[in-house]
């Protein structure tokens, strides 16, 4: 197994780990796009599945000043960007943060993200008895088109 393929099926075990310890919330295929010099926000995105229904409430990284849930959606004729408070996630059902649509946003970048890094991304997640944990992630930065490393 190479050392790339060794990182992630650890980071995907942690991530699973995590998950099953707060009720069932799993992540999948996180990844942050990378930026250029003097860029100083990016995206991240992932899959999120939670197995008896909960709500994402908060993110946060040590990589950015501002971390906050957005949602870009077409109003009319013209794509917009929105910071929203929260994402529903129902049970069993997956919940996709894509370019184009949901997604963690990361500003104020405290240094660039590089293709093959990986950056700490930590999700506070609201169960149904209203108490909030959280799942740490280690997302994955790609190039700055998105692009998956071969």
């Given at each position: 197994m190479t050392k790339a393929g060794m990182r992630t099926l650890l980071t995907a075990s942690a991530m699973i780990v995590s998950a099953n310890a707060?009720?069932?919330?799993s992540v999948a295929g996180a990844w942050v796009r990378g930026t250029v010099p003097g860029q100083t926000s990016s995206g991240a995105f992932m899959e999120l599945k939670s197995a008896g229904g909960a709500v994402l409430v908060g993110v946060d990284s040590p990589a950015a000043g501002t971390v906050e849930i957005?949602?870009?959606k077409m109003d009319g004729n013209v794509m917009r960007m929105r910071a929203v408070p929260r994402i529903e996630l129902p049970a069993g059902k997956s919940v996709e943060l894509k370019p184009?649509?949901?997604h963690v946003m990361l500003m104020q970048l405290k240094r660039q993200l590089k293709a093959g890094e990986t950056v700490?991304?930590?999700?506070?997640?609201e169960g149904k008895d209203k108490s909030v944990t959280s799942v740490d992630v280690r997302a994955e930065v790609r190039d700055p088109s998105g692009a998956p490393k071969h």
């Open positions: 707060i009720g069932q919330v957005h949602e870009m184009g649509g949901y700490p991304i930590r999700l506070r997640i």
